[in-house]
């Protein structure tokens, strides 16, 4: 019996702020067009008619890092370009996600050797990984819903300690 | 092989002293390092050889390691075709270790520009004359040639193991 | 390690031209992370107001060291790898990676083989083709282009799917043939997308070819001429669109491709607009190649017999020793190829793709080096964006749709 029920028909919803910022971030986060390999014509695919990324509050990819929250790596990140992408991960502004799409960003996968970091979480911390390589659309977009889920649950007192 | 390329290989032979490997058809001719550039030009003036299809290098360390004297440790490959009458020929030019050093052919082909700046940042063999001889590929402050065969794989042993702690130790994890 | 470098001026000073030393003009750097660059290519500019000077690309951003990785694998473990150069041509590399090891060891391929073979390579060839022009179209402010684009490479994606598994890194192509038969839906998937694709790329024309915007943006800008599109080593669409008579699955026909009726397009202007018109009219012609595979395609196996090579079918291991043994050697061994180089080339959508394999007598490749033709499609890029907007640079860059991975390896 909370005061929801009593003053239902007067469009008046009590919550937490904690709930409204989280919510609000989750629905217009906005990725930065940015692609490294293959996975990058899967993320262009997410995007595209068929599964339309649209649907979840992610259409509108920046190509500037100083607009986006999401940093979606797609692809494998070599030793030349893990600087850069560590550059462009500290120009974006808090709050940060990253998410590591595809097998190559996630641990290496089938390029074990001197010109590839062994996993984009080596230069810069990941939120979420998706697995497959390289990974389907749908793949994508669920690890874009795990990071819903994750930003949902976030306090607002760890922000502060961050 | 192809008929209208044995007098090719003749000219080649006679002009430049090269000696002629053939396999599955392919003709490869060996020259020497100061004739290439003449032999290039030679094949793209005179038997119209316009495009540089393919150009690279192959290191034969540590088979080549002679007891004695300068041992061609690098072979160059360059392969070449001909539009107009559609023959290919490679030619191949051994290059030693201790000094890897090759005239530039950049000037007879304008694609050999990057390709020999690949050959020197993945082999270490300089190209003499070069108008930028500059890594391409890995960053500039890379030690060593990675495609030659003493350069590690740089291969990094996958865990397989479910003992978290230890992954979380040596993995190094990248700091906000 | 993650410490960005700096790049003296020094080193690249003997590139830029006196007044950019001077200060008069302005040095712009494009990418690597730049929407327009395709990847991640970088781009030195040297700009005298909106005009470019000098265009100096700096690559190596996705160098992946294929070559090296693949030397450490057996001749079937390094399959895989192939997929990932070419990330928009991935069953095309495969198809040169195959060609080269059956040259290599002298392995025949059955003719159902083949022409399968040529179906899916053709069809890949189209979906290429669609993200150079989706690509394209994005970057020339079409958008609703690129929509339509993803609709039908979803469809070449779902046949690509169906019969590996896979959507894009099929891996389908094995050395000695195919790894297995075409499923029953094969055939009536692909004559879906025969019986509606044309229709789709006069839809495409219809968008493009006379829209004046885009006529703007792209006739008339970066012209390559005949010659120094062969001295830069230029293969592929950009190469017909200059004026060349060269396409490989013409001049050196090899999977059977003798066997099909079709033309090779050619234009002379060799602007951008040209290069758009080749690929588009390469997208019919493909069409023409694939329906004729189909009505032609013959029965019979789809891998070699050649146990010394080619596995043995599943069926088979659990009856007989001999297939057991086989199976047993080629996964934990490998087959072992002549100690001899060969080089054996393909036509992909952007231009002979070369593999250039050597063995040493064991089961891994000695050296294996791929002439891949971004890196020369690149390489002409500083002649074609001299004198030319800034704006234009984004129409040439699309125009000779470079893949990086392609370029770097």
């Keep these: 019996m909370g005061v929801e029920q009593k003053l239902g028909d007067m469009g008046i919803v009590t919550t937490t702020l904690e ?15 940015f692609g490294l390999a293959c996975c990058a014509i899967e993320m262009m695919a997410a995007q595209a008619s068929n599964y339309d990324m649209s649907r979840f509050g992610m259409e509108l990819m920046r190509a500037s890092p100083r607009q986006s929250d999401l940093m979606i790596v797609a692809g494998r990140v070599s030793k030349k370009m893990g600087p850069v992408v560590r550059r462009l991960y500290d120009q974006m502004p808090e709050p ?18 001197y010109a590839i970091f062994q996993g984009v979480d080596e230069v810069i911390p990941v939120d979420v990984y998706v697995a497959g390589c390289p990974p389907r659309p749908e793949a994508l977009i669920h690890g874009v819903l795990t990071l819903y889920e994750k930003v949902g649950g976030e306090k607002l007192k760890d922000a502060v300690n961050r | 092989m192809d008929k209208k390329l044995e007098p090719i290989l003749h000219a080649l032979q006679e002009k430049f002293g090269g000696t002629l490997e053939e396999f599955r058809d392919e003709a490869h001719v060996f020259v020497k390092a100061e004739h290439i550039v003449e032999a290039l030009t030679f094949l793209r003036d005179k038997h119209d050889f316009e495009l540089l299809s393919a150009m690279t290098a192959v290191d034969y360390w540590p088979q080549a390691q002679l007891p004695f ?36 052919a950049s000037g007879v082909y304008a694609v050999a520009n990057w390709r020999e700046r690949e050959a020197w940042d993945m082999f270490g063999i300089r190209f003499t004359g070069h108008p930028d001889l500059r890594r391409i590929l890995m960053p500039l402050d890379t030690e060593g040639h990675p495609l030659r065969k003493d350069f590690p794989l740089g291969y990094e042993e996958p865990q397989f193991t479910f003992n978290f702690d230890e992954i979380q130790l040596r993995k190094p994890f990248a700091q906000d | ?96 990676y195959v060609m080269a090891v059956e040259k290599l060891v002298d392995l025949d391929v059955p003719e159902r083989a083949q022409a399968i073979r040529v179906i899916i390579v053709e069809l890949q060839r189209i979906a290429s083709h669609l993200i150079f022009l989706a690509a394209t179209g994005l970057d020339l402010a079409a958008q609703s282009i690129f929509l339509y684009c993803f ?119 060799g ?61 934990t061994e490998g087959f072992p190829a002549p100690k001899a180089s060969i080089y054996s080339a393909v036509e992909s959508p952007r231009g002979e793709l070369g593999v250039f394999l050597e063995g040493d007598g064991g089961p891994k490749p000695y050296r294996i080096h791929w002439r891949t033709p971004s890196f020369e499609n690149l390489g002409v890029l500083p002649v074609l964006a001299k004198g030319h907007f800034v704006a234009d640079l984004v129409a040439i860059i699309g125009s000779i749709d470079i893949v990086l991975g392609d370029i770097d390896r």
């Excluded at chain 3, 070559?67 to 198809?95: C, F, H, W």
């Design chain 3, 151 to 269: 609709r039908e490479r979803e469809m070449i994606l779902d046949i690509l799917e169906l019969c590996s598994g896979q959507r894009m890194m099929t891996t389908y192509l094995r050395p000695g043939g195919l790894w297995r038969d075409v499923p029953p839906e094969f055939d009536g998937a692909v004559r879906d997308f025969l019986k509606i694709f044309p229709k789709r790329v006069d839809e495409y024309e219809a968008l493009l070819t006379k829209n004046p915007i885009f006529v703007d943006r792209m006739a008339g800008i970066g012209i390559l001429t005949r010659e120094d599109a062969l001295t830069y080593g230029v293969t592929g669409p950009i190469l017909r669109a200059s004026g060349v008579d060269w396409d490989l699955r013409k001049a050196r026909p090899y999977s059977g491709y003798e066997q099909y009726d079709f033309d090779v397009p050619v234009l002379t202007k």
């Design chain 1, 19 to 33: 709930q409204v910022v989280n919510w609000s971030r989750t629905r217009a986060m906005w990725p930065m067009l």
């Design chain 1, 96 to 113: 940060q996600w990253a998410i590591a799409m595809g097998d190559c960003a996630s641990c290496g996968g089938v390029f074990n050797n």
């Design chain 3, 1 to 96: 390690m993650t410490e960005l470098q700096e790049v003296s001026f020094d080193d690249i000073k003997h590139l830029v031209s006196e007044r950019a030393i001077s200060g008069e003009n302005m040095l712009l750097n494009m990418g690597p992370q730049h929407p327009s660059t395709h990847g991640v290519l970088r781009l030195l500019l040297e700009l005298d107001g909106e005009t470019v000077v000098n265009c100096i690309p700096d690559i190596g951003y996705l160098h992946t060291g294929i070559e090296k990785n693949m030397e450490a694998k057996t001749y079937q473990k390094a399959e895989v790898m192939s997929d990932r150069l070419d990330y928009m041509n991935t069953t095309g590399n495969n198809l040169a």
């Design chain 2, 69 to 104: 004297g300068e041992s061609p440790r690098f072979h160059l490959v360059y392969q070449l075709t001909s539009l107009a009458h559609n023959l290919s020929v490679q030619l191949r030019v051994q290059v030693s270790g201790s000094r890897p050093e090759v005239p530039t």
């Design chain 3, 271 to 331: 602007d951008s607009y040209a290069r758009y018109l080749v690929r588009i009219e390469e997208f019919r012609q493909s069409v023409r190649i694939i329906q004729q595979a189909m009505d032609k395609l013959p029965g019979g196996p789809v891998r070699s017999e050649n146990r010394k090579f080619v596995p043995p079918p599943r069926s088979e291991i659990g009856v007989s020793m001999e297939a057991l043994i086989h199976h047993f050697k080629l996964w």
